[in-house]
């Protein structure tokens, strides 16, 4: 089934947070974990524009289909790292082009080179590109997804919990058009779907990674991953993997967290967590 594009633009809108009573974290602040994920998902989510920026050098430009709803992809993204600074800001923490602007010129030349590895890779693949990048959009934003519904579920703060239900609604728009791309260019080619596994299986690493440091991935992984719930809500991801053409048997949100030793049962996760956040 196609994604109905005309409707989505319809409907594209900033998450609302005006009816939200964001003051309620004055009297109820959220746990120093917690707000370490979310500073983490406030980068991230702010950094998409720069996510956009390398892709538009790609082959995915050249569809006028992709680079419409990249356009409101990229606007909802941004009020999403608009949505947390407010979280974050009642916290009286740092938020927006405070955090921003040193967080970009940190990545030195990263940032730089990314837009020349991205339009290499564009012009060694191919057409077939773009199919990988559908793919590789719809694994990231099951993953954000799952982060979000995790990071609600563990912090159990009814504002917070309002907020991020609110930005699940629209992530979950967003991996419709993703995974209904790729599903649909995957299957008209053994190629892209060579391409794609192997890309996913040797390239692929979890949101924030590259951009974040590691000691922060590896916290937010453990925070919202580790444990029982965590591990079954990774496994999802991977189900849904194995749904798109030649993709079966790909766990590589699994294999991530297994690679970086993230506990799959620990009880005593959450006083550990406390602790190193604090």
Same mark, same amino acid.
């Given at each position: 089934?196609?994604?109905?594009?005309?409707?989505?633009?319809?409907?594209?809108?900033?998450?609302?947070?005006?009816?939200?009573?964001?003051?309620?974290?004055?009297?109820?602040?959220?746990?120093?974990?917690?707000?370490?994920?979310?500073?983490?998902?406030?980068?991230?989510?702010?950094?998409?524009?720069?996510?956009?920026?390398?892709?538009?050098?790609?082959?995915?430009?050249? +569809?006028?289909?992709?680079?419409?709803?990249?356009?409101?992809?990229?606007?909802?993204?941004?009020?999403?790292?608009?949505?947390?600074?407010?979280?974050?800001?009642?916290?009286?923490?740092?938020? !927006?082009?405070?955090?921003?602007?040193?967080?970009?010129?940190?990545?030195?030349?990263?940032?730089?080179?990314?837009?020349?590895?991205?339009?290499?890779?564009?012009?060694?693949?191919?057409?077939?590109?773009?199919?990988?990048?559908?793919?590789?959009?719809?694994?990231?934003?099951?993953?954000?997804?799952?982060?979000?519904?995790?990071?609600?579920?563990?912090?159990?703060?009814?504002?917070?919990?309002?907020?991020?239900?609110?930005?699940?609604?629209?992530?979950?728009?967003?991996?419709?058009?993703?995974?209904?791309?790729?599903?649909?260019?995957?299957?008209?080619?053994?190629?892209?779907?060579?391409?794609?596994?192997?890309?996913?299986?040797?390239?692929?690493?979890?949101?924030?990674?590259?951009?974040?440091?590691?000691?922060?991935?590896?916290?937010?992984? +453990?925070?919202?991953? !580790?444990?029982?719930?965590?591990?079954?809500?990774?496994?999802?991801?991977?189900?849904?993997?194995?749904?798109?053409?030649?993709? +079966? !048997?790909?766990?590589?949100?699994? !294999?991530?967290?297994?690679?970086?030793?993230?506990?799959?049962?620990?009880?005593?996760?959450?006083?550990?967590?406390?602790?190193?956040?604090?």
């Amino acid at each position: 089934m196609t994604f109905d594009l005309a409707a989505c633009q319809r409907s594209v809108t900033p998450v609302r947070t005006d009816d939200l009573d964001l003051a309620a974290f004055r009297v109820r602040p959220l746990s120093p974990a917690t707000l370490r994920c979310l500073r983490y998902m406030h980068d991230v989510e702010s950094h998409t524009v720069c996510y956009l920026r390398d892709l538009l050098v790609t082959s995915s430009h050249a +569809d006028p289909r992709i680079t419409t709803f990249l356009t409101l992809w990229n606007y909802e993204e941004h009020f999403h790292g608009e949505a947390i600074a407010q979280v974050l800001a009642a916290h009286d923490e740092a938020s !927006g082009f405070d955090r921003i602007a040193p967080m970009r010129a940190a990545l030195g030349w990263k940032d730089r080179v990314g837009p020349f590895t991205s339009a290499l890779g564009s012009a060694v693949i191919g057409e077939d590109f773009t199919a990988l990048h559908m793919t590789w959009g719809a694994v990231n934003e099951w993953s954000t997804q799952a982060g979000y519904e995790r990071l609600a579920a563990r912090e159990g703060h009814p504002v917070l919990t309002a907020l991020l239900d609110r930005i699940v609604r629209q992530e979950s728009r967003h991996i419709a058009f993703y995974a209904t791309e790729a599903r649909e260019r995957l299957a008209r080619s053994r190629k892209a779907q060579r391409v794609t596994r192997w890309a996913l299986r040797h390239r692929w690493a979890p949101v924030g990674s590259g951009v974040m440091p590691d000691a922060e991935v590896h916290f937010l992984l +453990d925070h919202l991953m !580790g444990g029982e719930d965590g591990r079954r809500a990774a496994a999802r991801i991977d189900r849904n993997v194995h749904r798109l053409p030649g993709l +079966d !048997g790909l766990d590589i949100v699994v !294999g991530a967290l297994d690679g970086r030793g993230i506990p799959a049962a620990d009880p005593a996760c959450t006083r550990r967590h406390d602790a190193l956040a604090a």
